[in-house]
């Protein structure tokens, strides 16, 4: 069944679109499976968890970490992500960019918008992403964050059944970006927006997504 979901998937996803199968909560088995039908990029979002599955897992996956990373699980993450698309503060960029220069690494990374209507969700605001990217450029004096490599945008849309609202919010994050590019060409790697997942990926492809998260589509509801 996971095969099939995945090529069903992919058979429509346009080839330039990453897609991040999101295992979370998912057993080895159900990686093994993806895995076995080609599949290399998983995204998970509890450090324990993460940690685990790629100390353990096939060394060739390419992990991403979506969740809320908290300050204190970063030696968990850092470590193993190919992609940290969950950067929603300030703060918790501070503590990335000490932790790439303490362990001589450059961490890719994408900064969270926050998007949805839910005050309950994190994110930094636009102009809040605009201040970093100004900061990192130099445009200011010495770049900062020189252990970061700026990828991108990561949104989650508002959680309902409107697709008019989910829209809204894609155009919004979907131009936010275009407009960072134009702005800061000194940050050539800041290409790729992270939205959609299984109820609306489709419509996350319409708007520009390079990369989708899709996880109950390809392995179920989780248990």
Not at 96 to 114: C, F, M, Q, S, Y
Request: a negative charge; aromatic letters at 8%; hydrophobic letters at 40%.
């Amino acid at each position: 069944m996971i095969e099939e979901n995945l090529h069903r998937i992919l058979k429509e996803l346009p080839s330039e679109v990453k897609l991040v199968a999101v295992s979370k909560f998912h057993p080895f088995s159900a990686i093994l499976s993806a895995y076995q039908a080609g599949q290399r990029r998983f995204g998970e979002n509890r450090p324990q968890e993460f940690q685990l599955k790629a100390l353990q897992l096939p060394q060739d996956i390419e992990w991403h970490f979506i969740g809320h990373l908290q300050t204190n699980k970063l030696k968990m993450v850092l470590p193993y992500a190919s992609l940290v698309e969950s950067i929603d503060s300030v703060h918790l960029l501070d503590l990335v960019e000490l932790w790439g220069k303490a362990n001589g690494r450059t961490v890719d990374i994408l900064l969270e918008l926050h998007l949805g209507a839910e005050t309950t969700k994190g994110g930094l605001t636009e102009e809040e992403i605009e201040d970093i990217l100004r900061k990192a450029s130099g445009r200011e004096g010495i770049p900062e964050y020189p252990h970061i490599r700026f990828r991108g945008l990561m949104g989650m849309a508002t959680n309902t059944d409107d697709e008019s609202v989910i829209e809204a919010d894609f155009e919004r994050i979907s131009k936010l970006k275009c407009r960072l590019e134009e702005m800061f060409p000194e940050l050539p790697d800041f290409k790729e927006l992270s939205i959609g997942m299984s109820h609306d990926w489709r419509l996350a492809v319409r708007y520009g997504a390079t990369i989708v998260r899709i996880g109950s589509a390809i392995f179920g509801e989780r248990g």
